[in-house]
């Protein structure tokens, strides 16, 4: 994609899973892609394979959750890399519990990643974009939004980063900038195998299990995700904004 060879792409919590799939991707598609994650070193495979496969990448460690922090990775990007108008929030966590056993640390360290965390890279990317009159904001959301047995935190997290998608793409439309979420389901994680180990059930009959109430027969990779998120920040996609979409193997309430 020639059109993006100059363009620079983040992708927060890219140390592995969806977050290194989408960072992959994006760098195939032309994009100088930053990889962040809490752990610098941790990035250091994703960047590796990316470099080594001809494209551009940076490793750059980031507290999403703190404004410093944020404004510090941001700011590098632009330096080594260029302004950044693509992010990608992916950065998660999860500390699933029934509401009775649900701490007040359980439930501000979800809210703090997944909700602070995407407002500030944000906001701290959005001048970049408003300067260029171009940009795209992908979410991550999850069809835990719509409601999840011991994921009240994690539930309202992600619905609330609906919302907060729909609010960015009102304001930042007349910029030229596109914000969207993606709301993925079953997808084979180190973070969906956790759940599995939670709930003490093996995590190849956890898969077997979510397969079967699948209407697709099988359950996600984070390179479907990946491939969503590369039509999203397209060039392709410029009159789609303010959407959730649920990429999950069926529809979804």
């Given at each position: 994609?020639?059109?993006?060879?100059?363009?620079?792409?983040?992708?927060?919590?890219?140390?592995?899973?969806?977050?290194?799939?989408?960072?992959?991707?994006?760098?195939?598609?032309?994009?100088?892609?930053?990889?962040?994650?809490?752990?610098?070193?941790?990035?250091?495979?994703?960047?590796?394979?990316?470099?080594?496969?001809?494209?551009?990448?940076?490793?750059?460690?980031v507290d999403v959750?703190?404004?410093?922090?944020?404004?510090?990775?941001?700011?590098?990007?632009?330096?080594?890399?260029?302004?950044?108008?693509?992010?990608?929030?992916?950065?998660g966590i999860l500390?699933?519990?029934?509401?009775?056993?649900?701490?007040?640390?359980?439930?501000?360290?979800?809210?703090?990643?997944?909700?602070?965390?995407?407002?500030?890279?944000?906001?701290?990317?959005?001048?970049?974009?408003?300067?260029?009159?171009?940009?795209?904001?992908?979410?991550?959301?999850?069809?835990?939004?719509?409601?999840?047995?011991?994921?009240?935190?994690?539930?309202?997290?992600?619905?609330?980063?609906?919302?907060?998608?729909?609010?960015?793409?009102?304001?930042?439309?007349?910029?030229?900038?596109?914000?969207?979420?993606?709301?993925?389901?079953?997808?084979?994680?180190?973070?969906?195998?956790?759940?599995?180990?939670?709930?003490?059930?093996?995590?190849?009959?956890?898969?077997?299990?979510?397969?079967?109430?699948?209407?697709?027969?099988?359950?996600?990779?984070?390179?479907?995700?990946?491939?969503?998120?590369?039509?999203?920040?397209?060039?392709?996609?410029?009159?789609?904004?303010?959407?959730?979409?649920?990429?999950?193997?069926?529809?979804?309430?």
């Amino acid at each position: 994609m020639a059109e993006t060879n100059a363009r620079v792409a983040i992708v927060t919590g890219a140390a592995r899973g969806i977050g290194a799939a989408v960072a992959t991707r994006l760098a195939q598609d032309g994009f100088a892609v930053a990889v962040l994650d809490l752990n610098e070193e941790g990035c250091a495979d994703v960047v590796g394979k990316i470099n080594a496969s001809g494209g551009r990448a940076l490793a750059v460690g980031v507290d999403v959750g703190d404004s410093a922090s944020v404004d510090a990775a941001v700011q590098r990007v632009a330096d080594e890399l260029g302004a950044p108008t693509v992010l990608v929030n992916n950065a998660g966590i999860l500390r699933d519990n029934l509401l009775f056993k649900m701490t007040d640390d359980d439930w501000d360290a979800v809210m703090t990643v997944h909700l602070r965390g995407s407002f500030l890279m944000s906001r701290a990317v959005q001048k970049f974009q408003t300067e260029a009159k171009w940009g795209r904001i992908v979410n991550m959301s999850s069809t835990s939004a719509l409601g999840n047995r011991g994921q009240a935190n994690y539930a309202a997290a992600k619905a609330g980063l609906q919302g907060f998608t729909k609010t960015l793409a009102i304001e930042l439309g007349k910029f030229g900038v596109t914000v969207n979420a993606i709301a993925p389901g079953f997808i084979e994680t180190d973070m969906t195998a956790a759940t599995a180990a939670r709930v003490g059930v093996d995590f190849e009959d956890f898969k077997k299990g979510a397969a079967a109430m699948i209407p697709v027969g099988r359950t996600g990779t984070p390179e479907d995700i990946a491939h969503t998120a590369s039509f999203l920040v397209s060039e392709g996609a410029g009159f789609v904004s303010g959407q959730v979409i649920y990429v999950a193997g069926g529809p979804k309430d």
